[in-house]
């Protein structure tokens, strides 16, 4: 699991350094949270993709695109070769999640959408009882979005047990600390008192992130699951620095970077 | 003499009835958009949302995506406006099959003024790639629409609307993208859609007395439009009078004018709601108020014919 979270953060620093531009920071802090979904926990098939009863990830912040990319590339549905057309014409790969590459479920990039979108696809698996499960990745500065709230406030209504939200509190937004920007806190209680199951948890320790998802398994509410993690994570110099948000890093960066990651 | 939106409510029960993927969604207003008829009919497939349009939106993508046949419904103002950004994000770039079908379309709506009339929805949905715009004149193609919509697996806008109109498409044949051609005649050619088709056959009688023959256009679908018929249209007549209940920014008028510049360029009028903001009052009183009644579409025949 360790390897393959180097590999992907290694993908991603490539990727976005050779198109260019790109969303470093927010890509970085969720990878490990990816490994544990994609090669630990959730039920799919990259030869068929469009499986009905598969478990579905939904990256409600569509900028960390880059690192959905990379994980589903090692998961096996697509040439790992793709990655480097990142937000190239004609490129499957474009700036923002779509689902022209396979195993991207929906298009997202315009913020506060895939928390409806999940609530859609949990209704219908319930429907279906086909026991799919479905996930989600918010952003701490996409909360700010009021259509997160309108689904939360859906989910509880719905009793949607078979979602697991895992909301990447990374504590920065592209203008700065988001607490400074437009404080969230204390974020677990207004999850709670939405009807929420809530848990805490360090988003890069590998334990803790599967400890969650079985324990948001046996909820008999939504699970939101807040990953403390850290801007940049795995790159010294990107590390809570908040111009890594959307910015790429220069080839010399991306070298550096490359050799850290290589330890 | 029925509204669009009651066709709506009585169809979607048997649409429910023959399809047990179709689902139903809406924003506390069951009973204006008359989706309390499936609801009563199939509570477990019916969900409303309360006061929050862009949620429901979003969840609609997430029923097709996963392979049910959502129909979400609010004032069309809300759906398109409220939720246009869910509608551009998570429904057209996904290309998720949804069917948005949003009542109190125009200022028929009546007394509760602009903040409740749809006069830019067409204009709205029709911006969006991937997304198929309906307009029923009446009932019977109210209820064909929603038949054909159901097989389109696109994502698909219909406005229907509050007032009660005639029934005129009873004989028409009904394909999504093709216009009908409700009545020949060379002098004069009167495109409308929705609640206007009623009252541009009205004109036609009107005109016909005085020995004028307007041919009538029937634009159900304004996107994709039927670029034929209007050329057609526009050769038969070298004249067009578009009628909507809409802006006439950005609607069928726009689309009629964008058509014919390209293809064969006539001179088109149109008529509707002028940029301005709408106001409270009779739904009657608004349309004759903006000159959107068979009288006002005659008389402007009469002045712009050939």
Redesign the interface.
């Known amino acids: 699991m360790q390897e393959r979270a180097r590999k992907i953060r290694k993908n991603v620093v490539k990727m976005i350094a050779r198109a260019g531009s790109g969303h470093p920071g927010g890509s970085l802090s969720i990878v490990d949270i990816l490994c544990v979904l994609y090669f630990n926990e959730m039920r799919y098939d990259p030869k068929n993709p469009s499986w009905?009863a598969r478990d579905r990830l939904i990256l409600s912040k569509g900028h960390a695109a880059p690192a959905l990319y990379a994980t589903l590339a090692e998961a096996g549905f697509f040439p790992e070769q793709e990655l480097l057309t990142l937000r190239k014409i004609g490129s499957r790969c474009q700036g923002h999640t779509?689902?022209m590459l396979p195993g991207v479920?929906?298009?997202?990039?315009?913020l506060g959408?895939?928390?409806?979108?999940?609530?859609?696809?949990?209704?219908?698996?319930k429907?279906?009882d086909i026991g799919s499960r479905i996930y989600a990745i918010v952003g701490d500065g996409e909360s700010q979005e009021?259509?997160i709230w309108?689904?939360a406030?859906?989910a509880a209504h719905?009793r949607l047990d078979n979602i697991t939200v895992f909301l990447d509190r990374n504590g920065l937004q592209i203008d700065g600390e988001t607490e400074k920007i437009m404080a969230l806190e204390p974020i677990a209680d207004k999850w709670r008192s939405f009807g929420w199951h809530v848990v805490e948890i360090d988003g890069h320790n590998f334990d803790q992130i599967k400890s969650a998802i079985r324990e948001s398994k046996i909820a008999k509410k939504p699970t939101l699951i807040i990953a403390h993690t850290i801007k940049g994570k795995g790159v010294s110099f990107m590390e809570n620095a908040v111009e890594f948000h959307g910015k790429a890093p220069t080839l010399e960066e991306a070298e550096k970077a490359m050799m850290e990651l290589e330890q | 003499m029925k509204s669009t939106r009651d066709a709506y409510g009585e169809t979607l029960v048997k649409i429910g009835k023959e399809n047990r993927n179709v689902?139903v969604l809406d924003a506390d207003l069951s009973e204006s958009t008359r989706t309390k008829l499936f609801a009563r009919e199939f509570p477990?497939?019916f969900?409303n949302?309360?006061v929050?349009e862009?949620?429901?939106?979003?969840?609609?993508?997430?029923?097709?995506?996963?392979?049910?046949i959502?129909f979400a419904s609010t004032f069309a103002i809300f759906a398109s406006g409220r939720a246009w950004?869910?509608l551009?994000?998570?429904v057209s770039?996904?290309?998720?099959p949804v069917n948005v079908v949003a009542s109190h379309g125009g200022v028929s709506v009546g007394e509760d003024g602009y903040t409740h009339h749809a006069i830019e929805d067409i204009a709205l949905m029709r911006v969006l790639p991937n997304m198929t715009v309906m307009v029923p004149a009446d009932a019977v193609e109210t209820e064909k629409m929603l038949w054909s919509a159901l097989e389109w697996k696109k994502p698909v806008y219909i406005r229907t609307g509050r007032q009660k109109v005639p029934i005129i498409c009873d004989s028409c044949d009904f394909e999504i993208g093709k216009a009908n051609v409700l009545r020949d005649g060379g002098d004069v050619a009167i495109i409308a859609t929705g609640n206007m088709v009623a009252e541009a056959m009205k004109a036609a009688d009107m005109l016909k007395e005085k020995g004028i023959s307007a041919l009538i256009l029937n634009i159900h679908t304004i996107k994709p439009i039927d670029s034929d018929a209007i050329i057609k249209a526009a050769r038969n007549t070298g004249c067009i009078i578009t009628v909507e209940d809409h802006s006439i920014v950005g609607g069928l008028g726009s689309a009629v004018a964008e058509a014919t510049a390209e293809n064969y360029p006539v001179h088109v009028t149109r008529i509707g709601v002028p940029d301005v903001f709408s106001e409270s009052g009779p739904g009657d009183s608004l349309l004759e108020k903006f000159g959107m009644t068979a009288g006002s579409i005659a008389q402007k025949c009469m002045e712009v014919r050939r």
Do not use: H, W
Not at chain 2, 55 to 62: D, K, L, R, S, V
Not at chain 2, 93 to 96: D, G, H, Q, R, V
């Open positions: 009905k779509t689902r479920e929906v298009c997202s990039g315009s959408q895939g928390l409806s979108i999940a609530n859609g696809m949990a209704l219908s698996a429907l279906d009021g259509q309108e689904a406030m859906a719905y | 689902v477990d497939r969900f949302f309360g929050a862009q949620n429901m939106i979003g969840t609609a993508a997430g029923f097709a995506l996963s392979g049910k959502p950004d869910q551009r994000v998570s770039y996904s290309n998720a």
